[in-house]
């Protein structure tokens, strides 16, 4: 008689503890996900499509900052000034103008060839290399400014603004299923308990006030049961309305992507045109030294003896060629007057032939140039007042010009 008697108060004050806590949920999400992790709860599963959308989002975020961080790294390889640039950025304030690399050995260069002699060929050389490096460092100027804008921003935008919303209402989600999954333990409990209160008792073992706490505790856990029910009905619509905000996010991060794709052609495009002004400055400074180390160095070679990329064909679409610089037929390049010489009648110097290794399939352009294949070697030489560019080569018996960027000279 005594047991069920203490089963029933027991009953009656786990009722009146539940419903408090039912009233309170301030600690419910913390401890639902304390039981998750230890398994002693269960947990709301998402479909196999919103996992991919998350795995997908987080994927995103992870390789946007790679990409964000090292492309910053190829932009500014010096630390300090990121972190100076960074400091600005947050403050708002306008990043101060920085010499470039270039720019600062143009300057060093030219102060040079003032103290050791701007006349001498040595100064003449350093004014001229100075004035290379200042384009060059201008060039890098302009790319930095045009990356930075068209490539840097947005994906910054995505990792301050899109992401961190993203985030946010990820987090709304995480909280909205805890709280659901709370719901779903406490109306567990509450039948578990509403059916052991509901037991019939042993007449001859209980005495009649036992009946009326059974009868209490019966009542209480029914109203704690149809409490529990209502409460998961909310906390399921809270969560499907969290869930659907948060599937329309992650499915936008495919219009990130198409975003993304848009910048990263840009950035192509801007580098593209860093390099080919590059390439055009420094083409244009080596016609410049070598018309100057011909008339320093007579009988010597003009050109680098180091392998170079084969130039762009003429055939190359129009982005490319107009961007790259190709190598131009001989009629150009060659001197008034050079055109009509008779290569049968030149004869080799008595010195400065070398062997030279065709690194590319070349197709002359016309009756004066010399076709080429890869890996073969060939004999050349340059005659006075010949473009830097191109050199007289032969083979056997035949003999024509060939472009300089086409070789390795051997010694």
Not at 272 to 285: F, G, K, N, P, V
Request: proline share 6%; aromatic share 8%; hydrophobic share 35%.
């Amino acid at each position: 008689m005594g047991g069920w008697c203490h089963e029933s108060l027991m009953a009656i004050s786990h009722a009146w503890i539940v419903r408090l806590e039912a009233r309170s949920c301030f600690f419910s999400a913390p401890r639902e996900f304390t039981e998750e992790k230890f398994g002693q709860a269960e947990k709301t599963e998402l479909d196999a499509h919103f996992e991919n959308l998350l795995a997908r989002a987080d994927s995103t975020k992870n390789w946007t900052e790679k990409i964000l961080r090292q492309t910053e790294v190829l932009l500014q390889p010096n630390p300090s000034a990121r972190v100076e640039e960074f400091l600005y950025e947050k403050l708002d304030r306008k990043v101060p103008s920085r010499v470039t690399n270039g720019e600062l050995l143009a300057q060093y260069m030219a102060d040079a060839a003032s103290e050791l002699g701007p006349t001498t060929p040595y100064g003449k050389t350093l004014i001229k290399v100075a004035e290379a490096e200042k384009q060059l460092g201008a060039a890098e100027r302009d790319f930095i400014h045009t990356a930075s804008i068209s490539f840097l921003t947005p994906l910054r935008n995505f990792l301050e603004g899109d992401w961190k919303t993203i985030s946010k209402e990820r987090r709304l989600l995480q909280n909205r299923r805890l709280d659901l999954d709370a719901c779903k333990a406490r109306l567990k409990k509450a039948k578990a308990a509403e059916a052991k209160a509901t037991t019939v008792p042993d007449f001859q073992e209980t005495r009649p006030r036992n009946y009326i706490l059974s009868a209490s505790a019966s009542a209480l856990w029914n109203d704690e049961v149809d409490k529990a029910e209502q409460e998961l009905r909310v906390a399921q619509t809270e969560f499907d309305r969290q869930a659907e905000v948060t599937r329309l996010l992650l499915e936008g991060i495919s219009s990130t992507h198409v975003n993304h794709l848009r910048c990263l052609h840009e950035f192509v495009k801007s580098q593209t045109t860093y390099y080919a002004q590059c390439y055009r400055h420094m083409l244009d400074l080596q016609k410049q030294l070598g018309s100057s180390q011909g008339a320093i160095f007579p009988g010597t070679f003009v050109g680098t003896t180091e392998p170079a990329s084969p130039p762009l064909s003429s055939t190359s679409p129009t982005t490319a060629a107009a961007t790259m610089p190709v190598v131009p037929s001989v009629a150009s390049l060659a001197p008034p007057g050079e055109a009509s010489l008779c290569l049968e009648e030149v004869a080799p110097p008595a010195s400065g032939t070398r062997k030279a290794r065709v690194l590319y399939d070349y197709e002359a352009a016309d009756s004066s140039e010399l076709a080429l294949l890869a890996d073969e070697l060939i004999t050349v030489y340059s005659l006075p007042g010949m473009d830097p560019d191109w050199l007289i080569g032969e083979r056997g018996n035949k003999k024509g010009k060939v472009p300089v960027t086409y070789l390795e000279l051997l010694s």
